[in-house]
DNA sequence: GCCCCGCTATATCGAACCGAAATATGGGCG
DNA sequence: CGCCCATATTTCGGTTCGATATAGCGGGGC
């Protein structure tokens, strides 16, 4: 399992840090996108760790307010991370808000359709350059460059398919102004017929 | 913003259901794994969505405790679910338990490393099985045969890269028997030469 | 010199969500 | 007949998010 304890672990399983350190890290680190967590859960996290012996705690500076707790990972801590690393991987998740709202393509006006698949291209294309950025920084061990290179195929696998389908995509868009679902008079049932394509998408076995 | 009241519209989009009903959609509908939610987010969001009267809710069936309750959108609901589509696009987000564990591969044994590949190999094959089922079952429109076809490319983009480059990661992963981690003297800190590559590709920018 | 802004650094808290168990019932199957 | 499975919903503890609060410190602009 892969909780917030686990992604703290790791940051820690290079160099030491304080919580605030291993947020950046995680957020602006390597394959940006594929690990992050809040603050929220970062502190409890890195608090329980240190409970439970598999980091060690020091403070450094006045303590007062300004000052940082920084941690470091133990022995056992190394042993608990490798060994949960070596147990039962849960499946992956990919959440996409922008595929999800290309299921409905043909639902939204064409313009706003236009607009999301650029933003789309966009950010896809800035974390194309951020893994070539990342690639280039360092060797790294073969695990590592096998991520950031599975990170980069996918990411260029997608991003063509986009660029080459994205006429259809638009050309099924409501050709109207916004928002105009299709309209059923109370009590009409939409029946096989009628259902809108995107949604039997969802249903599909 | 995709909250869980955002897909139960989604599946309800299409036809009325119950609220097993938009799960077992949701969990085994096309582009698995694009969506889910849990029976503990689902019906509380439903029941919300009735009192805001974006669905409206019928008992069929004795309701006793045999009988289910069934969900149908409104043309509120309907306005406010292509509404909120058109809405900012949240980022989207890729955990993969399985990169996680790969940018640590040169910790970990080799063997256990071969045996995660095989299942992420088999795990993916089965992606693109189901994904080909679902654009064989129907037309669709245009927006979810692009999600369709999104998901099959870059599916087997990564699976390709994964069968040309699993051998070097298996190269890089540990000769040795069970986690036998980089151990550092007590009070040794680890510099940036001793440093796993690994924790490094968490950092770098 | 002063003020405002942004960065560092941590804490807190409500809301959302998950995941698993509990409950209840009807149907298939050996 | 008994058992397991599928349907259908509820409940609940635990995790995580996301936003907000607090506070010192360094730098840019005027």
Redesign the pocket.
């Given at each position: 399992m892969i909780?917030?304890?686990m992604l703290c672990l790791a940051a820690l399983m290079g160099h030491e840090a304080?919580?605030?350190?291993i947020?950046?890290e995680l957020e602006k680190g390597g394959s940006t996108g594929l690990v992050?967590?809040?603050?929220?859960?970062i502190?409890?996290?890195l608090?329980r760790l240190a409970e439970d012996g598999l980091i060690t705690a020091r403070t450094e500076g006045g303590r007062?307010?300004?000052?940082?707790?920084?941690y470091a990972i133990t022995a056992e801590g190394r042993a608990h991370f490798l060994k949960t690393l070596s147990g039962p991987i849960?499946e992956e998740k990919y959440r996409s808000p922008f595929l999800f709202a290309m299921l409905f393509a043909d639902e939204l006006p064409r313009e706003r359709v236009r607009v999301m698949i650029d933003q789309q291209i966009a950010q896809w294309e800035e974390k194309i350059a951020a893994v070539e950025a990342s690639r280039a920084a360092g060797p790294g061990g073969a695990g590592a460059s096998f991520v950031f290179g599975f990170g980069e195929a996918t990411l260029r696998a997608g991003l063509e398919f986009l660029k080459r389908h994205r006429r259809a995509v638009e050309m099924g868009a409501r050709d109207a102004a916004p928002p105009a679902p299709t309209q059923y008079r109370a009590g009409d049932r939409p029946d096989a017929m009628t259902e809108p394509a995107a949604a039997a998408a969802l249903r599909t076995p």
């Open positions: 909780d917030v304890r304080s919580g605030y350190d947020k950046k992050d967590a809040s603050f929220g859960s502190y409890p996290a608090a007062g307010r300004t000052g940082k707790t920084i849960p």
